[in-house]
Protein backbone atom coordinates (compact mmCIF):
# COMPACT_ATOMS: atom_id res chain seq x y z
CA UNK A 1 0.00 0.00 0.00
CA UNK A 2 1.52 3.30 -0.88
CA UNK A 3 1.23 6.81 1.53
CA UNK A 4 -1.22 9.39 0.06
CA UNK A 5 1.03 13.05 -0.11
CA UNK A 6 -0.99 15.79 0.92
CA UNK A 7 0.52 18.62 -1.33
CA UNK A 8 1.25 22.08 0.94
CA UNK A 9 4.12 23.55 -1.34
CA UNK A 10 6.65 22.10 0.81
CA UNK A 11 8.77 18.44 1.41
CA UNK A 12 8.41 19.01 5.43
CA UNK A 13 5.88 18.68 8.14
CA UNK A 14 3.71 22.31 8.73
CA UNK A 15 4.50 23.75 12.04
CA UNK A 16 1.66 24.99 13.74
CA UNK A 17 2.91 28.37 15.04
CA UNK A 18 -0.78 29.17 15.79
CA UNK A 19 -1.39 31.13 19.87
CA UNK A 20 -1.51 27.80 22.36
CA UNK A 21 -4.64 29.16 24.65
CA UNK A 22 -4.23 26.09 26.76
CA UNK A 23 -0.76 27.30 27.32
CA UNK A 24 -1.72 30.82 28.10
CA UNK A 25 -4.14 28.72 30.36
CA UNK A 26 -1.88 26.92 32.47
CA UNK A 27 0.67 29.76 32.92
CA UNK A 28 -2.29 32.07 34.16
CA UNK A 29 -3.11 29.61 36.44
CA UNK A 30 0.56 28.84 37.68
CA UNK A 31 0.96 32.80 37.79
CA UNK A 32 -2.29 32.93 40.54
CA UNK A 33 -1.10 30.49 42.73
CA UNK A 34 2.48 31.87 43.09
CA UNK A 35 0.30 34.80 43.95
CA UNK A 36 -1.92 33.04 46.13
CA UNK A 37 0.29 31.26 47.85
CA UNK A 38 2.77 33.98 48.94
CA UNK A 39 -0.36 36.04 50.45
CA UNK A 40 -0.62 33.17 52.68
CA UNK A 41 2.57 32.45 53.42
CA UNK A 42 2.43 36.49 55.27
CA UNK A 43 2.12 36.42 58.96
CA UNK A 44 -1.12 38.42 59.12
CA UNK A 45 -2.85 35.08 56.96
CA UNK A 46 -2.42 32.81 59.99
CA UNK A 47 -3.49 32.90 63.62
CA UNK A 48 -0.35 32.00 64.99
CA UNK A 49 2.80 33.54 64.80
CA UNK A 50 5.90 33.32 62.11
CA UNK A 51 3.00 32.71 59.11
CA UNK A 52 2.59 29.56 57.43
CA UNK A 53 5.02 27.14 55.35
CA UNK A 54 5.38 26.75 51.66
CA UNK A 55 3.47 22.97 51.41
CA UNK A 56 0.81 24.26 53.98
CA UNK A 57 0.30 27.95 51.99
CA UNK A 58 1.06 26.19 48.72
CA UNK A 59 -1.49 23.25 48.80
CA UNK A 60 -3.97 25.56 50.21
CA UNK A 61 -3.45 28.19 47.62
CA UNK A 62 -4.00 25.33 44.95
CA UNK A 63 -6.99 23.93 46.67
CA UNK A 64 -8.60 27.45 46.67
CA UNK A 65 -8.02 28.48 43.26
CA UNK A 66 -8.95 25.07 41.79
CA UNK A 67 -11.75 24.81 43.96
CA UNK A 68 -11.55 21.75 45.21
CA UNK A 69 -11.50 21.96 49.25
CA UNK A 70 -8.67 19.21 50.31
CA UNK A 71 -7.18 20.64 53.32
CA UNK A 72 -4.10 19.84 55.47
CA UNK A 73 -4.77 22.63 58.07
CA UNK A 74 -7.58 22.89 59.41
CA UNK A 75 -9.26 26.58 57.60
CA UNK A 76 -11.38 28.10 60.55
CA UNK A 77 -8.47 27.03 63.40
CA UNK A 78 -5.21 27.48 61.40
CA UNK A 79 -5.80 30.84 59.17
CA UNK A 80 -6.69 34.37 60.65
CA UNK A 81 -9.63 36.48 58.85
CA UNK A 82 -7.23 37.67 56.46
CA UNK A 83 -6.00 34.16 55.20
CA UNK A 84 -9.85 33.10 55.17
CA UNK A 85 -10.66 36.30 52.94
CA UNK A 86 -7.40 35.32 50.56
CA UNK A 87 -8.49 32.13 50.30
CA UNK A 88 -12.42 33.39 49.37
CA UNK A 89 -11.03 35.58 46.60
CA UNK A 90 -9.09 32.83 45.31
CA UNK A 91 -11.72 30.63 45.42
CA UNK A 92 -13.97 33.17 43.30
CA UNK A 93 -11.07 33.48 40.80
CA UNK A 94 -10.64 29.88 40.84
CA UNK A 95 -14.49 29.45 40.10
CA UNK A 96 -14.66 32.27 37.53
CA UNK A 97 -11.77 30.82 35.82
CA UNK A 98 -8.34 32.82 35.29
CA UNK A 99 -8.70 33.84 31.85
CA UNK A 100 -12.49 35.02 32.24
CA UNK A 101 -11.56 37.14 35.31
CA UNK A 102 -9.08 38.77 32.78
CA UNK A 103 -11.29 39.19 30.26
CA UNK A 104 -13.96 40.88 32.57
CA UNK A 105 -10.90 43.35 33.89
CA UNK A 106 -10.18 43.75 29.90
CA UNK A 107 -13.61 44.42 29.48
CA UNK A 108 -14.00 47.07 31.85
CA UNK A 109 -10.74 48.99 30.67
CA UNK A 110 -10.54 48.43 27.19
CA UNK A 111 -13.98 47.69 26.46
CA UNK A 112 -12.35 45.29 23.80
CA UNK A 113 -11.40 41.85 23.43
CA UNK A 114 -8.10 40.90 21.40
CA UNK A 115 -8.11 38.21 19.19
CA UNK A 116 -5.16 36.52 21.52
CA UNK A 117 -7.73 36.98 24.91
CA UNK A 118 -10.60 35.71 22.49
CA UNK A 119 -8.93 32.49 21.93
CA UNK A 120 -7.76 31.84 25.51
CA UNK A 121 -10.95 32.90 27.43
CA UNK A 122 -12.78 30.73 24.61
CA UNK A 123 -10.73 28.00 25.38
CA UNK A 124 -11.18 28.12 28.96
CA UNK A 125 -14.91 28.25 28.54
CA UNK A 126 -15.11 25.56 26.66
CA UNK A 127 -17.10 28.07 23.77
CA UNK A 128 -17.04 27.36 20.03
CA UNK A 129 -18.17 30.58 18.87
CA UNK A 130 -15.60 33.24 19.36
CA UNK A 131 -18.03 36.21 18.69
CA UNK A 132 -20.04 35.03 21.57
CA UNK A 133 -17.22 34.98 24.18
CA UNK A 134 -18.14 38.02 25.43
CA UNK A 135 -21.00 37.86 26.53
CA UNK A 136 -20.86 34.31 27.80
CA UNK A 137 -18.13 36.18 30.06
CA UNK A 138 -20.74 38.67 31.13
CA UNK A 139 -23.19 36.36 31.29
CA UNK A 140 -20.88 33.96 33.84
CA UNK A 141 -20.31 36.61 36.04
CA UNK A 142 -23.92 37.90 36.80
CA UNK A 143 -25.40 34.49 37.01
CA UNK A 144 -22.45 33.77 39.54
CA UNK A 145 -22.62 37.19 41.18
CA UNK A 146 -26.73 36.80 41.26
CA UNK A 147 -26.58 32.95 42.38
CA UNK A 148 -23.81 33.39 45.16
CA UNK A 149 -25.92 36.89 46.26
CA UNK A 150 -29.12 35.14 46.54
CA UNK A 151 -27.47 32.00 48.60
CA UNK A 152 -25.57 34.28 51.09
CA UNK A 153 -28.87 36.05 52.01
CA UNK A 154 -30.01 32.63 52.47
CA UNK A 155 -27.52 31.65 54.63
CA UNK A 156 -26.84 34.51 56.35
CA UNK A 157 -30.72 34.42 57.90
CA UNK A 158 -30.07 30.94 58.43
CA UNK A 159 -27.06 31.41 60.89
CA UNK A 160 -28.56 33.93 62.20
CA UNK A 161 -32.07 33.47 63.78
CA UNK A 162 -31.30 29.17 63.56
CA UNK A 163 -27.41 28.82 64.99
CA UNK A 164 -27.70 31.95 67.36
CA UNK A 165 -24.78 33.72 65.27
CA UNK A 166 -24.09 37.42 65.20
CA UNK A 167 -25.51 39.47 62.16
CA UNK A 168 -21.48 40.15 61.34
CA UNK A 169 -20.46 36.49 61.85
CA UNK A 170 -23.81 35.40 60.17
CA UNK A 171 -23.20 37.42 57.25
CA UNK A 172 -19.19 36.53 57.09
CA UNK A 173 -20.55 32.56 57.49
CA UNK A 174 -23.38 33.21 54.66
CA UNK A 175 -21.13 34.96 52.06
CA UNK A 176 -17.92 33.01 52.51
CA UNK A 177 -20.33 29.11 52.36
CA UNK A 178 -22.19 30.76 49.37
CA UNK A 179 -19.20 31.23 47.54
CA UNK A 180 -17.62 27.84 48.56
CA UNK A 181 -20.89 26.26 47.93
CA UNK A 182 -21.64 27.76 44.09
CA UNK A 183 -18.05 27.37 42.87
CA UNK A 184 -18.28 23.61 44.33
CA UNK A 185 -14.87 24.28 46.42
CA UNK A 186 -15.90 22.71 49.56
CA UNK A 187 -13.94 25.12 52.14
CA UNK A 188 -15.94 25.49 55.22
CA UNK A 189 -14.91 27.51 58.08
CA UNK A 190 -16.73 25.02 60.81
CA UNK A 191 -13.51 22.79 61.40
CA UNK A 192 -15.80 19.48 60.94
CA UNK A 193 -17.84 21.03 57.81
CA UNK A 194 -21.48 21.03 58.19
CA UNK A 195 -21.82 17.92 60.48
CA UNK A 196 -23.23 19.90 63.07
CA UNK A 197 -26.00 20.98 60.97
CA UNK A 198 -27.39 18.03 59.90
CA UNK A 199 -31.11 18.81 61.35
CA UNK A 200 -30.90 22.25 59.22
CA UNK A 201 -32.84 21.63 55.66
CA UNK A 202 -32.51 25.31 54.84
CA UNK A 203 -28.72 25.43 55.51
CA UNK A 204 -28.03 21.91 53.56
CA UNK A 205 -30.52 22.22 50.33
CA UNK A 206 -29.43 26.01 50.17
CA UNK A 207 -25.72 24.88 50.18
CA UNK A 208 -26.24 21.92 47.93
CA UNK A 209 -29.12 24.08 45.73
CA UNK A 210 -25.96 26.36 45.12
CA UNK A 211 -23.53 23.29 44.41
CA UNK A 212 -25.96 22.05 41.98
CA UNK A 213 -26.00 24.97 39.94
CA UNK A 214 -22.44 26.06 39.83
CA UNK A 215 -21.62 22.22 38.72
CA UNK A 216 -24.36 22.44 35.62
CA UNK A 217 -21.43 24.76 33.92
CA UNK A 218 -22.16 27.92 32.80
CA UNK A 219 -22.64 27.92 29.35
CA UNK A 220 -25.72 25.69 30.33
CA UNK A 221 -27.05 28.56 33.10
CA UNK A 222 -26.43 31.16 30.16
CA UNK A 223 -28.38 29.15 28.11
CA UNK A 224 -31.46 28.52 30.41
CA UNK A 225 -31.31 31.50 31.64
CA UNK A 226 -32.13 33.08 27.60
CA UNK A 227 -34.72 29.79 26.58
CA UNK A 228 -35.54 28.19 30.03
CA UNK A 229 -39.20 27.89 28.57
CA UNK A 230 -37.89 26.97 24.97
CA UNK A 231 -36.04 23.10 25.04
CA UNK A 232 -36.40 22.92 21.48
CA UNK A 233 -33.61 25.86 21.46
CA UNK A 234 -31.41 24.16 24.00
CA UNK A 235 -27.75 22.66 22.05
CA UNK A 236 -27.10 18.99 22.47
CA UNK A 237 -25.05 20.04 25.67
CA UNK A 238 -27.10 21.40 27.77
CA UNK A 239 -30.25 18.44 27.07
CA UNK A 240 -27.37 16.14 28.36
CA UNK A 241 -26.33 17.80 31.46
CA UNK A 242 -29.98 18.67 32.33
CA UNK A 243 -30.58 15.18 31.37
CA UNK A 244 -27.55 13.44 33.60
CA UNK A 245 -27.53 15.54 36.67
CA UNK A 246 -31.09 14.80 38.29
CA UNK A 247 -30.15 10.70 37.42
CA UNK A 248 -27.16 11.02 38.98
CA UNK A 249 -28.60 12.54 41.72
CA UNK A 250 -31.15 10.54 42.71
CA UNK A 251 -29.39 7.41 41.82
CA UNK A 252 -26.05 8.73 44.06
CA UNK A 253 -28.80 9.55 46.93
CA UNK A 254 -30.44 6.33 46.91
CA UNK A 255 -26.54 4.48 46.50
CA UNK A 256 -25.22 6.22 49.46
CA UNK A 257 -28.50 6.16 51.63
CA UNK A 258 -29.06 2.48 51.23
CA UNK A 259 -25.45 1.67 52.52
CA UNK A 260 -25.19 4.14 55.48
CA UNK A 261 -28.93 3.59 56.20
CA UNK A 262 -27.77 1.28 59.19
CA UNK A 263 -24.44 2.54 59.73
CA UNK A 264 -24.44 4.57 63.33
CA UNK A 265 -21.23 6.57 62.45
CA UNK A 266 -23.15 8.21 59.83
CA UNK A 267 -26.79 8.02 58.91
CA UNK A 268 -27.78 5.36 61.01
CA UNK A 269 -27.73 7.85 64.11
CA UNK A 270 -30.23 9.96 62.58
CA UNK A 271 -33.89 9.84 62.22
CA UNK A 272 -35.53 8.33 58.87
CA UNK A 273 -36.43 11.51 57.05
CA UNK A 274 -32.98 13.45 58.22
CA UNK A 275 -31.05 10.24 56.89
CA UNK A 276 -32.62 10.50 53.18
CA UNK A 277 -31.91 14.38 53.63
CA UNK A 278 -27.90 13.94 53.95
CA UNK A 279 -27.92 11.03 51.76
CA UNK A 280 -29.20 13.98 49.17
CA UNK A 281 -26.94 16.29 50.18
CA UNK A 282 -24.02 13.90 50.18
CA UNK A 283 -25.19 12.90 46.78
CA UNK A 284 -24.93 16.36 45.80
CA UNK A 285 -21.44 17.44 47.51
CA UNK A 286 -20.11 14.21 45.99
CA UNK A 287 -20.66 15.41 42.31
CA UNK A 288 -17.92 17.99 43.06
CA UNK A 289 -18.71 20.32 46.34
CA UNK A 290 -17.06 18.71 49.00
CA UNK A 291 -19.22 19.57 52.06
CA UNK A 292 -19.18 16.69 54.19
CA UNK A 293 -22.19 16.58 56.44
CA UNK A 294 -20.69 13.22 58.38
CA UNK A 295 -17.35 11.62 58.92
CA UNK A 296 -16.37 10.04 55.38
CA UNK A 297 -13.84 8.30 57.21
CA UNK A 298 -16.07 6.37 58.96
CA UNK A 299 -18.43 5.57 55.79
CA UNK A 300 -18.56 1.22 54.45
CA UNK A 301 -16.01 1.01 52.18
CA UNK A 302 -18.54 0.34 49.43
CA UNK A 303 -19.86 3.45 49.57
CA UNK A 304 -16.63 5.50 48.93
CA UNK A 305 -16.18 3.17 45.78
CA UNK A 306 -19.43 4.70 44.90
CA UNK A 307 -18.92 8.04 45.40
CA UNK A 308 -15.55 7.14 43.63
CA UNK A 309 -17.42 6.92 40.54
CA UNK A 310 -19.76 9.62 40.98
CA UNK A 311 -17.08 12.21 41.89
CA UNK A 312 -14.90 10.65 38.63
CA UNK A 313 -17.89 11.84 36.85
CA UNK A 314 -18.72 15.15 37.95
CA UNK A 315 -20.44 17.71 36.54
CA UNK A 316 -21.32 19.99 33.55
CA UNK A 317 -18.53 21.18 31.45
CA UNK A 318 -17.19 24.47 32.19
CA UNK A 319 -18.37 26.03 35.22
CA UNK A 320 -17.23 25.01 38.38
CA UNK A 321 -17.87 21.32 38.68
CA UNK A 322 -14.65 18.92 37.89
CA UNK A 323 -14.59 15.34 36.81
CA UNK A 324 -14.17 13.95 33.56
CA UNK A 325 -17.58 15.63 33.04
CA UNK A 326 -21.11 14.47 32.42
CA UNK A 327 -20.89 14.87 28.99
CA UNK A 328 -17.62 13.27 28.34
CA UNK A 329 -19.58 9.84 29.82
CA UNK A 330 -23.11 10.38 28.14
CA UNK A 331 -20.59 10.13 24.93
CA UNK A 332 -19.11 6.97 26.01
CA UNK A 333 -22.57 5.47 27.12
CA UNK A 334 -24.08 6.45 23.52
CA UNK A 335 -21.08 5.10 21.72
CA UNK A 336 -20.80 1.60 23.45
CA UNK A 337 -24.94 1.85 22.51
CA UNK A 338 -24.10 2.45 18.94
CA UNK A 339 -21.55 -0.35 18.92
CA UNK A 340 -24.18 -2.84 20.86
CA UNK A 341 -26.61 -2.06 18.10
CA UNK A 342 -24.17 -2.06 15.20
CA UNK A 343 -25.26 1.52 14.51
CA UNK A 344 -23.33 3.29 12.04
CA UNK A 345 -23.13 6.23 13.82
CA UNK A 346 -23.58 7.73 17.31
CA UNK A 347 -26.74 10.05 17.87
CA UNK A 348 -27.50 11.76 20.53
CA UNK A 349 -31.31 13.75 20.82
CA UNK A 350 -31.70 13.43 17.60
CA UNK A 351 -28.26 14.72 16.10
CA UNK A 352 -25.34 12.93 15.11
CA UNK A 353 -21.86 13.05 16.74
CA UNK A 354 -18.75 13.73 14.60
CA UNK A 355 -15.61 11.14 15.17
CA UNK A 356 -13.44 14.19 16.86
CA UNK A 357 -16.00 13.84 19.83
CA UNK A 358 -15.61 10.36 19.94
CA UNK A 359 -12.09 10.83 20.37
CA UNK A 360 -12.40 13.35 22.70
CA UNK A 361 -14.02 11.48 25.22
CA UNK A 362 -11.81 8.28 25.11
CA UNK A 363 -8.84 10.40 25.35
CA UNK A 364 -10.22 12.37 28.49
CA UNK A 365 -11.27 8.93 30.07
CA UNK A 366 -7.82 7.03 29.56
CA UNK A 367 -5.73 10.02 30.69
CA UNK A 368 -7.74 10.15 33.71
CA UNK A 369 -8.33 6.65 34.56
CA UNK A 370 -4.17 6.72 33.92
CA UNK A 371 -3.47 9.41 36.36
CA UNK A 372 -6.19 7.82 39.32
CA UNK A 373 -4.36 4.82 38.37
CA UNK A 374 -0.34 5.61 38.57
CA UNK A 375 -1.38 8.43 41.73
CA UNK A 376 -3.16 5.73 43.34
CA UNK A 377 -0.04 3.22 43.38
CA UNK A 378 2.83 5.63 43.89
CA UNK A 379 1.28 7.01 47.11
CA UNK A 380 0.65 2.94 47.86
CA UNK A 381 4.52 2.88 47.70
CA UNK A 382 4.74 6.18 49.77
CA UNK A 383 2.51 4.85 52.29
CA UNK A 384 0.83 2.10 54.39
CA UNK A 385 -2.40 3.68 54.13
CA UNK A 386 -5.09 1.64 52.48
CA UNK A 387 -6.27 1.27 49.06
CA UNK A 388 -9.38 2.10 49.09
CA UNK A 389 -8.75 5.07 51.02
CA UNK A 390 -5.57 5.98 48.90
CA UNK A 391 -8.00 5.52 46.17
CA UNK A 392 -10.89 8.13 47.44
CA UNK A 393 -8.25 10.63 47.78
CA UNK A 394 -7.13 10.51 44.62
CA UNK A 395 -10.01 10.73 42.87
CA UNK A 396 -11.39 13.81 44.79
CA UNK A 397 -8.26 15.33 44.05
CA UNK A 398 -8.41 15.10 40.18
CA UNK A 399 -12.45 15.63 40.31
CA UNK A 400 -11.63 18.66 42.04
CA UNK A 401 -14.24 17.64 45.06
CA UNK A 402 -12.05 17.99 48.37
CA UNK A 403 -14.20 15.19 50.06
CA UNK A 404 -11.21 12.83 52.30
CA UNK A 405 -11.42 10.08 54.47
CA UNK A 406 -8.82 12.19 56.79
CA UNK A 407 -5.70 11.02 55.34
CA UNK A 408 -4.55 14.64 53.23
CA UNK A 409 -2.39 15.90 56.28
CA UNK A 410 -0.90 12.34 57.14
CA UNK A 411 0.58 12.09 53.33
CA UNK A 412 4.18 13.13 52.88
CA UNK A 413 5.02 16.01 51.13
CA UNK A 414 6.00 14.38 47.69
CA UNK A 415 2.63 12.77 48.49
CA UNK A 416 0.86 15.56 48.72
CA UNK A 417 2.41 17.66 45.65
CA UNK A 418 1.00 14.35 43.96
CA UNK A 419 -2.56 15.91 44.84
CA UNK A 420 -1.40 19.49 44.36
CA UNK A 421 -0.88 18.19 40.33
CA UNK A 422 -3.71 16.15 40.19
CA UNK A 423 -5.99 19.31 41.15
CA UNK A 424 -4.69 21.66 38.85
CA UNK A 425 -4.88 19.19 35.90
CA UNK A 426 -8.52 17.98 37.13
CA UNK A 427 -9.12 21.99 37.01
CA UNK A 428 -7.92 22.61 33.37
CA UNK A 429 -8.63 19.24 32.07
CA UNK A 430 -6.18 16.36 31.18
CA UNK A 431 -6.11 17.69 27.38
CA UNK A 432 -5.74 20.84 28.31
CA UNK A 433 -2.63 20.12 30.44
CA UNK A 434 -1.58 17.97 27.72
CA UNK A 435 -1.98 20.19 24.87
CA UNK A 436 0.24 22.90 26.88
CA UNK A 437 2.95 20.62 27.82
CA UNK A 438 3.26 19.80 24.23
CA UNK A 439 6.33 20.59 22.54
CA UNK A 440 6.06 22.04 18.83
CA UNK A 441 3.05 20.57 17.19
CA UNK A 442 3.52 19.75 13.22
CA UNK A 443 0.92 18.44 10.98
CA UNK A 444 2.09 15.68 8.40
CA UNK A 445 2.37 15.66 5.10
CA UNK A 446 0.80 12.20 4.28
CA UNK A 447 -1.99 9.61 5.42
CA UNK A 448 -0.08 6.19 6.48
CA UNK A 449 -2.02 3.35 4.92
CA UNK A 450 -4.93 2.05 7.13
CA UNK A 451 -5.04 -1.50 8.68
CA UNK A 452 -7.60 -2.50 11.69
CA UNK A 453 -6.35 -5.08 14.64
CA UNK A 454 -8.89 -7.31 16.21
CA UNK A 455 -10.81 -5.48 19.18
CA UNK A 456 -12.55 -8.02 22.02
Known amino acids: MLLRIRRRGSGSPIRDRRPKPARTLLALLTGAIVLGTGALMLPAATTGPGGAGLMESLFTAVSALCVTGLVVVDTPVFWSGFGQVVILLLIQLGGFGVMTFASVVGLTVIRRFSLTTKLTAAAEVRSLDLEDVGSLVRGIVKISLTIEAVAAAILTLCFALNHGESWPRAAWLGVFHAVSSFNNAGFALFSDSFMSYTDDPVLLLTASAATILGGLGFPV ?88 MLMFIGGGPAGTAGGIKVTTFAVLAFLMLAELRGAGAVTVFGKRLSRAVHRQALTVILLAVGLVALSTVTLMIMTPIALDALLFEVVSALATVGLSTGITAELPVAGQLILVVLMIVGRLGPITVATALALQSRRPLYDLPKERPIIG
Open 221 to 308: LVQLGRHLGTPRLWTMNTRIVVAATPVLLVLGTVYITALEWSNPATLGAMPPAERILNGFVLSAQTRTAGFNNVDIGAMDPATWLGMD
